[in-house]
Antibody
Framework: EVQLVESGGGLVQPGGSLRLSCAAS????????MSWVRQAPGKGLEWVANIKQDGSEKYYVDSVKGRFTISRDNAKNSLYLQMNSLRAEDTAVYYCARGDWWFDPWGQGTLVTVSS | NFMLTQPHSVSESPGKTVTISCTGSSGSIASNYVQWYQQRPGSAPTTVIY?????PSGVPDRFSGSIDSSSNSASLTISGLKTEDEADYYC??????????FGGGTKLTVL
């Protein structure tokens, strides 16, 4: 069974940092693009970033460029999102998803709350 | 920036058919594949349609997708509505600058 499990969310103050992780299982992780998608409370879905199979290409939504960094460790079947200079508007559930232009499946999400 | 626009909400009775639209802001929506996701409260999204009109295994054939180039829009049609179809539905595509875009979501009420 394909499974994605996110971790690392929590409460952080504005300007702080957080690193999210996503553990993948049930498929050949190194063969797929991977993505992060977020959803603010009561709001819609927003694509955040994606990364190529070997990590050689990475793309970000404009609102997080220069603050967030997506990475992966294929030996550990893991995807990461390093989030720096966090703002209140970054508060959301962050989902890890397999794929580049089609996201499937998704993890259960991890909640990031940016507040003082 | 490329945007996708959906109606905020739609409602229909059980057994009926409903169509949710997704209109592209620029360019041709037919140039890149459109996906549709279903999200029930408290759950992660799941795919109901990918590559414009393909259904993943396990998704009933009551769900169908289409593209209308003349209106630059994609549509998700659900026939034989069931109460379990009540959820939020999101369209999603991408543009030439490697940006992936979601529509704002449509809340489907089956009453």
């Amino acid at each position: 069974e394909v499974q994605l499990v996110e971790s690392g969310g929590g409460l952080v103050q504005p300007g702080g940092s957080l690193r999210l992780s996503c553990a993948a299982s049930g498929f050949t992780f190194s063969s797929y693009w991977m993505s992060w998608v977020r959803q603010a409370p009561g709001k819609g879905l927003e694509w955040v970033a994606n990364i190529k199979q070997d990590g050689s290409e990475k793309y970000y939504v404009d609102s997080v460029k220069g603050r967030f960094t997506i990475s992966r460790d294929n030996a550990k079947n893991s995807l990461y999102l390093q989030m720096n200079s966090l703002r209140a508007e970054d508060t959301a559930v962050y989902y890890c998803a397999r794929g580049d232009w089609w996201f499937d499946p998704w993890g259960q999400g991890t909640l990031v709350t940016v507040s003082s | 920036n490329f945007m996708l626009t959906q109606p905020h909400s739609v409602s229909e009775s059980p057994g009926k058919t409903v169509t949710i639209s997704c209109t592209g802001s620029s360019g041709s929506i037919a140039s890149n594949y459109v996906q549709w996701y279903q999200q029930r409260p408290g759950s992660a999204p799941t795919t109901v349609i990918y590559e414009d009109n393909q259904r993943p295994s396990g998704v009933p054939d009551r769900f169908s997708g289409s593209i209308d180039s003349s209106s630059n829009s994609a549509s998700l049609t659900i026939s034989g509505l069931k109460t379990e179809d009540e959820a939020d539905y999101y369209c999603q595509s991408y543009d030439s600058s490697n940006q992936r875009v979601f529509g704002g979501g449509t809340k489907l009420t089956v009453l």
